[in-house]
Protein backbone atom coordinates (compact mmCIF):
# COMPACT_ATOMS: atom_id res chain seq x y z
CA UNK A 1 0.00 0.00 0.00
CA UNK A 2 2.35 2.79 0.93
CA UNK A 3 4.65 2.08 -2.46
CA UNK A 4 1.07 2.67 -4.34
CA UNK A 5 0.99 5.85 -2.70
CA UNK A 6 4.57 6.75 -3.35
CA UNK A 7 4.15 5.74 -6.99
CA UNK A 8 0.72 7.81 -7.31
CA UNK A 9 2.36 10.63 -5.52
CA UNK A 10 5.45 10.80 -7.74
CA UNK A 11 2.95 10.37 -10.85
CA UNK A 12 0.81 13.57 -10.11
CA UNK A 13 4.28 15.36 -9.50
CA UNK A 14 5.19 14.46 -13.10
CA UNK A 15 2.16 15.27 -14.26
CA UNK A 16 2.13 18.87 -12.43
CA UNK A 17 5.57 19.73 -14.27
CA UNK A 18 4.72 22.24 -16.62
CA UNK A 19 5.57 22.06 -20.21
CA UNK A 20 5.26 23.71 -23.99
CA UNK A 21 6.42 25.69 -26.77
CA UNK A 22 7.68 29.21 -25.80
CA UNK A 23 9.28 32.30 -27.39
CA UNK A 24 13.00 33.34 -26.08
CA UNK A 25 14.93 36.61 -26.30
CA UNK A 26 17.68 37.75 -24.49
CA UNK A 27 18.11 40.56 -21.97
CA UNK A 28 21.18 42.29 -19.67
CA UNK A 29 19.97 44.47 -17.63
CA UNK A 30 22.47 44.14 -14.20
CA UNK A 31 19.40 44.76 -12.02
CA UNK A 32 18.14 42.60 -8.64
CA UNK A 33 15.39 40.98 -10.80
CA UNK A 34 11.79 40.09 -9.37
CA UNK A 35 12.92 37.22 -7.16
CA UNK A 36 15.29 38.90 -5.33
CA UNK A 37 18.96 37.94 -6.51
CA UNK A 38 21.24 40.57 -6.20
CA UNK A 39 21.88 43.58 -4.62
CA UNK A 40 21.29 47.26 -4.19
CA UNK A 41 24.13 47.54 -6.90
CA UNK A 42 22.83 44.84 -8.86
CA UNK A 43 22.93 41.21 -9.70
CA UNK A 44 24.88 38.41 -8.79
CA UNK A 45 27.63 37.65 -11.28
CA UNK A 46 26.45 33.76 -11.34
CA UNK A 47 22.66 35.24 -12.82
CA UNK A 48 24.87 36.32 -15.87
CA UNK A 49 25.84 32.27 -16.30
CA UNK A 50 25.73 29.56 -13.20
CA UNK A 51 27.71 27.56 -15.50
CA UNK A 52 27.83 25.58 -19.30
CA UNK A 53 24.09 25.56 -20.53
CA UNK A 54 22.74 26.66 -16.98
CA UNK A 55 21.29 30.33 -17.26
CA UNK A 56 18.84 32.53 -15.48
CA UNK A 57 15.71 34.05 -17.13
CA UNK A 58 13.02 35.95 -16.95
CA UNK A 59 9.75 34.26 -17.23
CA UNK A 60 6.32 35.43 -18.77
CA UNK A 61 3.37 36.00 -15.72
CA UNK A 62 2.26 31.98 -15.99
CA UNK A 63 6.55 31.16 -15.39
CA UNK A 64 6.96 33.74 -12.84
CA UNK A 65 3.43 33.33 -11.10
CA UNK A 66 0.14 33.02 -12.05
CA UNK A 67 -1.58 34.83 -9.26
CA UNK A 68 -0.40 38.05 -11.21
CA UNK A 69 2.41 38.38 -8.70
CA UNK A 70 5.72 40.73 -9.73
CA UNK A 71 7.60 39.88 -6.73
CA UNK A 72 8.59 36.40 -5.02
CA UNK A 73 6.61 35.04 -7.40
CA UNK A 74 5.60 31.11 -7.34
CA UNK A 75 7.76 30.30 -10.56
CA UNK A 76 11.01 31.68 -8.67
CA UNK A 77 13.68 29.34 -8.63
CA UNK A 78 11.80 26.84 -10.83
CA UNK A 79 14.17 25.02 -13.46
CA UNK A 80 13.20 24.23 -16.92
CA UNK A 81 15.40 22.95 -20.16
CA UNK A 82 14.52 24.46 -23.51
CA UNK A 83 15.36 22.41 -26.72
CA UNK A 84 15.74 24.80 -29.69
CA UNK A 85 13.21 23.99 -32.75
CA UNK A 86 15.65 25.50 -34.81
CA UNK A 87 13.16 28.70 -35.56
CA UNK A 88 12.47 32.35 -34.66
CA UNK A 89 8.44 32.98 -33.81
CA UNK A 90 8.72 35.17 -37.33
CA UNK A 91 11.01 35.99 -40.31
CA UNK A 92 12.05 39.40 -39.28
CA UNK A 93 12.28 39.14 -35.58
CA UNK A 94 15.50 36.65 -35.30
CA UNK A 95 17.18 34.21 -36.56
CA UNK A 96 16.35 31.05 -34.68
CA UNK A 97 19.15 28.52 -33.71
CA UNK A 98 20.59 25.17 -34.17
CA UNK A 99 17.16 22.66 -33.69
CA UNK A 100 17.89 20.43 -30.58
CA UNK A 101 20.22 22.43 -28.60
CA UNK A 102 19.41 22.58 -25.51
CA UNK A 103 20.21 24.39 -21.99
CA UNK A 104 19.04 24.57 -18.61
CA UNK A 105 17.56 27.90 -17.40
CA UNK A 106 15.98 28.84 -13.65
CA UNK A 107 13.36 31.61 -13.45
CA UNK A 108 14.99 34.95 -11.25
CA UNK A 109 12.94 37.32 -12.84
CA UNK A 110 9.38 38.77 -14.58
CA UNK A 111 9.00 39.49 -17.90
CA UNK A 112 5.89 41.63 -17.67
CA UNK A 113 3.20 41.60 -20.28
CA UNK A 114 3.16 45.36 -19.43
CA UNK A 115 5.44 47.18 -22.16
CA UNK A 116 6.23 43.67 -23.33
CA UNK A 117 3.09 42.64 -24.94
CA UNK A 118 4.87 41.20 -28.33
CA UNK A 119 7.31 38.84 -26.00
CA UNK A 120 5.89 38.12 -22.81
CA UNK A 121 1.86 37.12 -22.61
CA UNK A 122 -0.40 37.70 -19.54
CA UNK A 123 -1.83 34.72 -17.89
CA UNK A 124 -4.15 32.59 -20.04
CA UNK A 125 -2.99 34.72 -22.94
CA UNK A 126 -0.51 34.44 -25.70
CA UNK A 127 1.93 36.74 -27.37
CA UNK A 128 2.14 38.63 -30.40
CA UNK A 129 3.22 35.05 -32.06
CA UNK A 130 0.74 33.14 -30.46
CA UNK A 131 2.99 31.56 -27.61
CA UNK A 132 1.34 31.33 -23.96
CA UNK A 133 4.86 31.21 -22.62
CA UNK A 134 7.93 33.16 -22.87
CA UNK A 135 11.40 33.14 -21.51
CA UNK A 136 13.77 35.93 -21.62
CA UNK A 137 17.29 34.85 -20.75
CA UNK A 138 19.87 37.01 -19.10
CA UNK A 139 23.23 37.20 -21.53
CA UNK A 140 24.91 39.95 -22.71
CA UNK A 141 25.80 37.73 -25.86
CA UNK A 142 24.05 35.48 -27.32
CA UNK A 143 24.31 31.66 -25.31
CA UNK A 144 20.81 29.52 -27.13
CA UNK A 145 20.17 31.50 -30.74
CA UNK A 146 18.15 34.51 -31.86
CA UNK A 147 14.88 34.38 -30.74
CA UNK A 148 14.55 30.88 -30.95
CA UNK A 149 10.83 29.08 -30.44
CA UNK A 150 11.30 26.14 -27.52
CA UNK A 151 9.79 23.30 -26.57
CA UNK A 152 10.39 23.16 -22.41
CA UNK A 153 9.82 21.44 -20.07
CA UNK A 154 10.15 21.53 -16.29
CA UNK A 155 13.36 19.74 -14.44
CA UNK A 156 14.95 19.48 -11.34
CA UNK A 157 17.08 22.68 -10.75
CA UNK A 158 21.46 21.19 -11.04
CA UNK A 159 22.74 21.66 -7.48
CA UNK A 160 24.52 24.90 -8.99
CA UNK A 161 21.26 26.56 -9.53
CA UNK A 162 20.08 25.20 -6.68
CA UNK A 163 22.91 26.79 -4.12
CA UNK A 164 23.38 30.06 -5.98
CA UNK A 165 19.64 30.90 -5.80
CA UNK A 166 19.75 30.02 -2.17
CA UNK A 167 21.52 33.43 -1.87
CA UNK A 168 18.15 35.08 -3.53
CA UNK A 169 15.83 36.93 -1.22
CA UNK A 170 12.57 34.91 -2.24
CA UNK A 171 14.32 31.62 -1.26
CA UNK A 172 13.40 31.81 1.90
CA UNK A 173 10.07 33.19 0.91
Not at 70 to 80: A, F, K, L, V
Request: charged share 10%; with cysteine; net charge negative.
Amino acid sequence: MKLTITTLLTMAAAAAALSGKATTTRYYDGSEGACGCGTSSGLYSWQAGISTDIYTAAGSQALFGSDGSTWCGSGCGTCYNLTSTGSSACSSCGTGGTEGASIIVMVTNLCPNDGNSQWCPDVGGTNEYGYSYHFDIMAQSEVFGDNVVADFEEVDCPSAASSDYSQCTCASS
